[in-house]
């Protein structure tokens, strides 16, 4: 996620903090560099050139250039700019005073509206909603359907009428709501592939008559200024209340993160991480300018450890920990919870310091999958006390985990390695460590 922009930045502050003494002329080529990055991410021209004014003026203030550590200085600023930039606060989904909450979803065929409908409806589900989804989009031949099967993958209700008037469906998908007990609609609406006044004319009167409490806006984050553009034309017809940026674990520029809330007054909500359905996250603009600044994110990084981690199989592993017992059953129940968390490279991108070294790194996912297939080979006497692995059972592993006998030993090592600096620890607190999953401590 916005990969090239965050080493571009960080370059420019690694020279910055190296400078023993700031002037206006270093500060001044600092802020080209940071204009010229910014600008190859595809952010607003507009925008980057108040950004640079608001950063500048601030920057050559007397504080800043006699202070200690000016180049930390310069960073802060640029942090608190862009924090400001992204929206400042973080904007929450409004809720109906009496239920149901009415959510639409708006934006241009192929922005991944039916996808995120789902993601919605799943991210409302932990937080205790009872969700229905809507297929409004009666022009697209097989949005019904795949509403339908993410629907059936997570459990939520799908209310359609199949090929019919969408103000219709719409307004008749309250009273089933109602009817059923749930809480919460989220209506997928129809796109095109550009904006057209007939699109622009049937949302207006979805809107008229439904009186959604929260319309949200799908942007492809992959699109840069043509997402901004057509937000614009969006929020002038329809006033909506927030901005979602789907598919913002690809080769995203950043432009339309860091340029959509200038221009459109509207805040980000929430963004789409990756293909899962789990993966979707609340925006929140200083964890996201800490992203962007390669500070990592460690709230967030806790907040999903929290979400997948079974607590009391924490507590247990904790125990385990203090005495140096762990197994490797125990190894492969940590693993499990970090597949839950997401993708590996995800995970690491949000620990602070971490995210430039895996640039030109390769982080093998498939390792992982390996490593569970090598241990589900084995016996439980075999996980529970590795030291009976001799040289036959090895090879029996590695047979029917579709690896080679390399591969077992490599794994049994670093599981010794592992057990031996456990013992080391042993004498030191724990506390907190067994709620991390293994190996992130």
Known sequence: MLEELTSKLESTFRRLRGYGKLTEKNIADSLKEIRRALLEADVNYKVVKDFVASVQKKAVGEEVLRSVTPGQMIVKIVHDEMVRLLGGTTATLKTAGIPPTIIMLVGLQGSGKTTFAAKLAKYLQKKNRKPLLVAADVYRPAAIQQLKILGRSINVPVYEEGIGDPVKIAFNAISYARQHMLDTIILDTAGRLHIDEQMMEELVKIKKRIRPHEILFVADGMTGQDAVNTASQFAERLNFDGVVLTKMDGDARGGA??????????????????????????????????????????????????????????????????????????????????????SLESILRMIPGVGSQLKNAQVDEKNLVRVEAIINSMTKEERRNPKILNGSRRKRIAMGSGTRVQDVNQLMRQ??????????????????????PFGMG
């Open 257 to 342: 993160a860091l340029s959509i809330k200038a221009i459109t007054g509207k805040p980000i909500k929430f963004m789409g991480v990756g293909e899962k359905l789990e993966d979707i996250e609340q925006f929140h603009p200083d964890r996201m300018a800490s992203r962007i600044l390669g500070m990592g994110d460690v709230v967030t990084l806790v907040e999903k450890a929290q979400e997948t981690i079974d607590q009391e199989k924490a507590a247990k592993l904790e125990q385990k920990l203090r005495k140096a017992e762990f197994d490797l059953e125990d190894f492969l129940d940590q693993l499990q919870q970090i597949k839950k968390m997401g």
């Open 415 to 436: 599981f010794e390695q592992m057990k031996k600096m456990m013992k080391q620890m042993k004498n030191k607190s724990f506390r907190g460590f067994g709620g991390m």
